[in-house]
């Protein structure tokens, strides 16, 4: 978002596959002044379909709303079959129960809203793509006009340069649908790409966690949900802040310190060797559409803190 707190917030359409991470930074977007979130379309990733949707659903019912449209998105991905996160999100994706939800999703696919949305706004909607970009290469791939009308896309995904969470070379967005990564990344449209390495620097504590007190329902079901994921698992010690990092960069210009480069994304046709997809490969190091983070160019505390608050979230007052 250009300013800090622009006088009328940025309308952003957020592609989400919940996920507790993903969640996180739905509820971020959902407290923050600058954003008018006007929609989220989903896709499967972390889990399936199914469960994604109900939980997009339900993560907008447990704040009050139901007023933002939901629109069921990919089931499979561009190429190949998606490899899910159960083990990471748990079976359903959320690690605290939530309400079997009452709404429903548009009779819109997410292409079509994600299309009409565009369309209806060009050049204001703020598109944020949290899971695999099945969504947005079928967009682009069959309206190859309409992405281009985004204000801005932000994506998390990939690992350029470092190493990867699912293979030493690949990121679970990338690695999920690589087909759809290539396409998006070659497209040639601007995008400001949170990849591995910006993530592995901001993460929570199981102690951060437990010291959190939250002051809002959305700082709430945050301290609930982080809290189930630890308990899940005693040896786990750090969240790292994936999802909730992308929202940090669309909202404050100066978390992140970027730089342009070309590049693209190995799948199943640029290469058999499947150990190789969802690999990215940076094509030119000095100039391009996609900007991704500057070696050490996060600065971890401010976005930290801006998590904090748009969660509502105090610190206990150092003893
Ligand atoms: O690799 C991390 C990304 O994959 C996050 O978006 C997480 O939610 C999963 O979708
Ligand atoms: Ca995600």
Known sequence: MPSPHPAVPDPVVIDTDPGVDDAIALLMALSSPQMDVVGLTTT??????????????AILESVGRTDIPVSKGATRPVRGRYAY???????????????APATHTTDTGAVPFLSATLRAHPGAVTVIALG???????????QPSVLPLAKRVLVMGGAVQSPGNVTPHAEFNFYSDPTAARLVVESGIPLTLIDMAPCRQVFLTREDVEGA?????AGNLA????????????????F???????????????AIKF?????????????DDSTLWGRCRVLDETEGPISIAEPGGVDVPTSLQLIRELLGWSQPAAI
């Open 44 to 57: 499967a990733g972390n889990v399936p379909i199914g469960p994604a949707t109900r939980n997009a659903l």
């Open 223 to 238: 301290e609930r949900l982080l809290s189930g994921w630890f308990r899940q698992d005693p040896t786990r010690e750090r």
């Open 213 to 217: 007190r939250a002051s809002t329902e």
């Open 132 to 142: 695999p970009l099945t969504n947005l290469a079928r967009l682009h791939r069959d």
């Open 240 to 254: 790292y802040m994936y999802d909730p990092l992308t929202l940090v960069a669309a909202a404050d210009p100066h």
């Open 259 to 271: 730089r342009s480069v070309t590049m693209t994304v190995d799948d199943s046709i640029t290469t």
């Open 85 to 99: 996160a159960r083990q990471v999100h748990s079976a359903e994706g959320l690690t605290h129960p939530l309400p």
